[in-house]
């Protein structure tokens, strides 16, 4: 059963296709993201977003950007209709991850829409609102 991912206004922005590589799929079909076995999320393009934890995705900086139905049950607006999954190109190369922050109460400063094209491919229209220069890097500490 394919999962939502609603954002910290209850709209249903994307959903996680069970396609044995929990590939995140926008309404319009695009695959954008994925999580991988350690639940971090890569962008297709390869940039390390953030990762999920009991339901919720965190962003790089610990922020909650966006939730499925279980862990934000308040009253959600209903999903569109689901186009087909569209994969483009082969998954670029992952990043190494960022280590994991702690979390930050509140919501982040980025919407789950700005997180999910900011891991599109250039050749994917779904970049076309966002790319990854948009999100800055959280602070890496070097030993």
């Known amino acids: 059963m394919e999962r939502v991912l609603y954002d910290s206004q209850d709209c249903p922005i994307a959903y996680i296709a069970e396609d044995g590589q929990r590939t995140i799929c926008l309404w319009n079909g695009h695959a ?9 999320c890569f962008g297709w393009n390869g ?7 009991d339901g919720i995705l965190f962003d790089t900086l610990g922020q909650a950007i966006g939730f499925m139905k279980s862990k934000h049950p ?3 607006r209903a ?3 689901k186009l087909s999954k569209i994969v483009r190109d082969a998954k ?12 930050k109460t509140g ?3 980025r919407t789950l ?3 999910l094209r900011a891991g599109a491919t250039d050749s994917d229209p ?3 609102h966002g790319s990854a220069q948009d999100l800055p890097e959280p602070d890496r500490v070097f030993p």
């Open 92 to 103: 670029h190369p992952k990043v190494q991850p960022f280590p994991r922050p702690l979390r």
């Open 79 to 81: 999903q569109p209709p």
């Open 74 to 76: 308040s009253p959600s």
């Open 107 to 109: 919501k982040g400063d």
């Open 126 to 128: 779904s970049s076309a």
């Open 47 to 53: 940039r390390h977003l953030g990762w999920m934890e």
């Open 113 to 115: 829409s700005e997180l």
């Open 32 to 40: 954008v993201a994925y999580i991988d076995d350690h639940l971090n």
